[in-house]
């Protein structure tokens, strides 16, 4: 007897949505293709304009922010960087934050007609003051989560390390690799988000889905003479595109995530007007502290109501 099985990616959300008290908004998975032929991937969560877009971290997907989106409870977009889920990956492999920030600028007012609340973690907190900095009338609100272009270099090395290997038995190993390196939230949540994040060879084997796999070591390389690899994550044009945001500036730092208090303290003397948040979270807050970091979200939403 054949068994129904719902096989789309949003089959996760109605437990979800149900295990903290919620209604599963409508979901879709739209893409935009750009002028050079590569698309850009994202999620859309409720109806209407997106009032709130999410930007994910190096080597994570869209669906990191599901969680986070459930609990936020207004229309989102979670969207896809180049080379990561849905999103096509780069020839020239670059993908520092201005060049993420080019594609999303460009796919953004087609699927948005308002300026919204732009959430970035990690990378995509670098990309998220990148594209505010470039384009301000499309954003009126930039939360970077627990990333600053000055990060003490401990946190890009232990993403070296885990994307060291990037070859797996099955997903079971490679969920108890993210769990030791204190990536995931439960491992329930490690789980779901390695499947997002993973593909079975024709072999068997698991490897991660995205480009930063094969990457780590580039990307996540530090400045050197302050300057930066080609293409690497951390560059100091960041401090440059945090002080071009015009629009209110909040940085979360997760107090067992990358950011340290020294960070901290260089982020308050460079950027004196712009608000710190401190949240109790490993470095991937919208997974072990979803709660907490939609609250901080919802709040910017209703100061421009």
């Known amino acids: 007897m054949d068994v129904p099985t719902d096989i789309s990616e949003f089959r996760y959300l109605p437990a979800q949505a ?42 994570l997907n869209a669906h990191t922010w599901d969680t986070t989106i459930l609990r936020l409870g207004v229309p989102a977009l979670a969207i896809d960087l180049a080379g990561h889920g849905d999103s096509s990956w780069r020839d020239d492999v670059d993908y520092s934050a201005r060049t993420l920030a080019a594609d999303i600028a460009e796919a953004l007012p087609h699927w948005s007609h308002a300026p919204v609340v732009l959430v970035g973690q990690s990378l995509g907190g670098l990309t998220a003051a990148a594209l505010a900095s470039a384009h ?51 491992r329930e949540d490690t789980e779901r ?27 996540f390389a530090e400045p050197q003479g302050g300057s930066a690899a080609p293409g690497a994550v951390l560059s100091t044009d960041g401090w440059d595109d945090l002080a071009g945001v015009s629009a209110p500036l909040t940085l979360v730092r997760a107090t067992r995530g990358y950011v340290t208090s020294a960070d901290a303290d260089d982020y308050r003397r460079r950027l004196p007007r712009a608000d710190l948040v401190e949240i109790d979270a490993t470095h991937n807050v919208q997974e072990t502290a979803p709660d907490v970091l939609a609250d901080l ?5 209703n100061d421009g109501m």
């Open 193 to 219: 988000g390695v499947f997002f994040n993973s593909r079975i060879r024709e072999d068997g084997r698991v490897e991660w889905k995205h480009h930063f796999a094969h990457l780590a070591a580039r990307v």
């Open 136 to 186: 301000p009338e499309l954003v009126r609100d930039v939360i970077v989560v627990d990333i600053t272009p000055g990060i003490d270099a401990s946190g890009p090395a232990a993403l070296r390390e885990f994307f060291r290997v990037s070859d797996f038995a099955d997903r079971d190993e490679l969920v108890e690799r993210a769990l030791a390196f204190g990536l995931g939230g439960s």
């Open 297 to 301: 979200i919802r709040s910017r939403v």
């Open 18 to 59: 149900e295990a903290i008290g919620v209604r599963p908004p409508a979901a879709e998975r739209i893409g935009f293709t750009l002028s050079g032929g590569r698309t850009l991937s994202a999620l859309r969560f409720g109806d209407g304009d997106p009032r709130v877009v999410l930007l994910h971290g190096a080597g």
